[in-house]
């Protein structure tokens, strides 16, 4: 399959990607969260229970992993990618190594990891990944982003997008403006749009054949501890509008990420852009936290309960793929006893 058709099969409707390539810092705070101790048996083992579920088949496209689980092998003797492709499924991999302070600028990040970067996505390649994320960070405060920070992000990601391609995988082009801070709707719209206009700009000139990508952005939202709140309608109707005036016409999809909306919130504003999309792009969802939350919940009470916590996986995976084709209402989110 060559990255065209691979980006298209990511973004294809009625699935979406999983996001699990938290990193081991990450993950320890994820399974503290649920008071479980982060060892490498207990990554291993939530994230199989994961890979092995029934949605996996019907719901999920494509599965991001870390570098640690793309290397591991199931309870079962069998290797994580080849599990992930035995349902139908794509292996990705995070490739970035973390948003690090940009010098120069307060509280920004920069992201790295461009050193070694072809090389490595040869051995990724040869242990069955077939695309990549590399993740952007932008927060707003009365001075950020600084035009500093969206620029050398963008540069970043582009370098790392034709790199992927180079390697014959699809890059996943994640800039993620962060809903910390009490700004407005508008306000995120507004730094979005520069944030997403600087990206294709950069990928432009970095020669990216934007057929072979898939954006992964923030929706469009006010910000955790903003006093106005945003319906349902507003949040869509300026998600679209923004990914309209700001996408090329060759980019095949969208793959959101949840960024700290809870899981229900997540799934009916992607419903809703799915119900008023007129544009010919597909909107899909690579939640990590939105997809799991429950999940993790699940797995910290009753481990040996593969049944139980695949169940209430599977229903998430189900109620978004839903979302992706605008089926989802309140009547299916109930539809399920735990
Ligand atoms: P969330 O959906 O939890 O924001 O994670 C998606 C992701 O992959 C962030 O890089």
Redesign the pocket.
């Known amino acids: 399959m060559n990255i065209e058709e691979i980006a298209k099969l990511m973004v294809a409707k009625g699935k979406g990607i999983l996001?699990a390539?938290e990193s081991t810092g990450t993950m320890e705070k994820r399974l503290k969260s649920v008071n479980v101790e982060c060892t490498e048996k207990n990554r291993l083992h939530f994230r199989e229970t994961l890979f092995s579920s029934n949605s996996m088949k019907t719901s999920i496209s494509g599965v991001?992993l870390f570098d640690e689980t793309l290397r591991q092998t199931s309870s079962n003797g069998v290797p994580i990618p080849d599990l992930i492709k035995k349902s139908g499924s794509i292996p990705g991999i995070k490739v970035d190594k973390g948003a690090k302070p940009l010098a120069g600028s307060e509280q920004e990040k920069v992201t790295e990891g461009l050193d070694g970067l072809r090389e490595r996505m040869e051995e990724y390649y040869k242990l069955g990944a077939r695309f990549a994320?590399w993740?952007a960070v932008y927060s707003i405060s009365s001075k950020n982003p600084t035009e500093k920070c969206i620029k050398s992000n963008a540069h970043a990601l582009a370098r790392y997008a034709a790199i992927v391609q180079e390697a014959k995988m699809v890059p996943i082009v994640?800039p993620?403006l962060l809903m910390d801070g009490d700004h407005s709707i508008d306000k995120c719209y507004d730094v979005t749009s520069k944030i997403l206009a600087e990206c294709y700009k950069e990928l432009t000139i970095h020669s990216v054949n934007l057929k072979g990508t898939v954006l992964?952005p923030n929706m469009i939202l006010p910000g955790k501890n903003c006093k106005q709140k945003a319906s349902t309608e507003e949040i869509a109707k300026k998600t679209l509008e923004c990914l309209k005036k700001n996408m090329p016409s060759e980019v095949p999809g969208v793959a959101f990420?949840?960024?700290?909306q809870s899981e229900v919130e997540a799934t009916k504003n992607l419903n809703e852009i799915n119900k008023i999309n007129d544009t010919s792009f597909n909107f899909t969802f690579?939640?990590?936290?939105?997809l799991q939350q429950s999940a993790l919940k699940t797995w910290a009470k009753s481990m040996t309960d593969t049944a139980k916590i695949q169940k209430v996986f599977d229903h998430r995976a189900k109620m978004n793929s839903a979302s992706t084709e605008a089926k989802w209402d309140e009547k299916l989110e109930q539809n399920f006893a735990a």
């Open positions: 996001a390539d991001i994320k993740r994640e993620e992964k990420l949840s960024g700290g690579s939640y990590g936290r939105a």
